[in-house]
């Protein structure tokens, strides 16, 4: 198993692309889209907390199949179709576009793996079991979560109030 090393990066001027819109998607979704610029979901149907994202005005969700167009200045990709053959497919075109990628049904078409996410004011803490236990990760981030509610953190200026 390779270690990954944990990178923080200012993602507030990326765009990013989700193509496919199930139950991994609304928990990536839902912790990324307050560190991004831009969010775009592409997916012929979508669950219902995706829904509200966008009808909020949030993200961007497109009812349609993916089109290679839509990679057209994007910067990272989550892929969850649900079909392997078409994450394959799509995860080769974002990597001639130089689009970082994760896919969810293989870990070995992943640039990088999606943390489990503890955040608290202006802490943020990022948990991975390099792709190999993502239950562990799972409870491991859920215990760091109920740390930082001891911890006596000032909430950040920034604090938008989303969803």
Do not use: W
């Not at 997916?43 to 966008?54: T, V």
């Not at 009812?63 to 910067?75: K, M, S, Y």
């Not at 994760?102 to 792709?131: E, H, Q, R």
């Amino acid at each position: 198993m390779s270690l990954y090393f944990p990178m923080f990066f200012d993602l507030s001027e990326k765009n990013v692309l989700f193509i496919g819109a199930g139950k991994i998607a609304v928990r990536r979704l839902i912790n990324i889209f307050q560190f991004v610029g831009s969010v775009t979901v592409i997916a012929p149907e979508c669950d219902p907390d995706i829904q509200k994202i966008a009808d909020a005005g949030y993200i961007n969700y497109y009812r349609r199949r993916f089109d290679e167009n839509d990679l057209e200045g994007i910067d990272i990709a989550f892929i969850s179709t649900g079909h392997a053959g078409t994450d394959v497919r799509i995860a080769g075109m974002c990597r001639r576009r130089h689009i970082l990628v994760n896919v969810a049904s293989d870990k070995s078409l992943c640039d990088f793996y999606f943390p489990g996410i503890a955040k608290k004011g202006p802490v943020v803490v990022g948990v991975t079991a390099g792709g190999e236990d993502h239950k562990l990760a799972a409870e491991t981030t859920a215990k760091i979560k109920k740390l930082l509610d001891y911890i006596d953190i000032p909430e950040s200026d920034d604090a938008d109030g989303r969803y």
